[in-house]
């Protein structure tokens, strides 16, 4: 199992219309994992294994409740949010800043 690359030729650049689609992160991961495989174990070896691993996620997405699922994308939605927010102070934050014994 090779990945093929295609280039353009010199004189031959294609426009932003024309461009293909960018690959998604996750396939191309998995097909990085799967030559792995295929040089440690050989290719029916990982197809076996590719074979498995399909199976494991489509019982996982049938055992899975779809509030489950709504739960988790609405709570990774709100942590992006707040990464991409700027910090509100620069204070540090714990124990050592909110004690006031040593106020007098």
Not at 6 to 34: H, K, N, S, W, Y
Not at 58 to 86: G, L
Request: net charge negative; hydrophobic share 40%.
């Amino acid at each position: 199992m090779t990945v093929t690359v295609e280039t353009a030729a010199a004189g031959d650049v294609a426009g932003p219309e024309d461009a293909p689609a960018l690959p998604d992160p996750a396939a191309a991961e998995r097909q990085a994992l799967i030559e792995r495989w295929a040089a440690r174990h050989g290719v029916d070896a990982a197809r076996r294994l590719a074979e498995a691993e399909d199976l494991a996620d489509a019982v996982a997405a049938e055992i899975t409740p779809d509030n489950t699922v709504d739960t988790y994308d609405k709570s990774w939605r709100v942590w992006t949010r707040f990464c991409a927010d700027p910090p509100r102070s620069s204070a540090p934050v714990g124990p050592v800043s909110t004690n006031r014994s040593d106020r007098g």
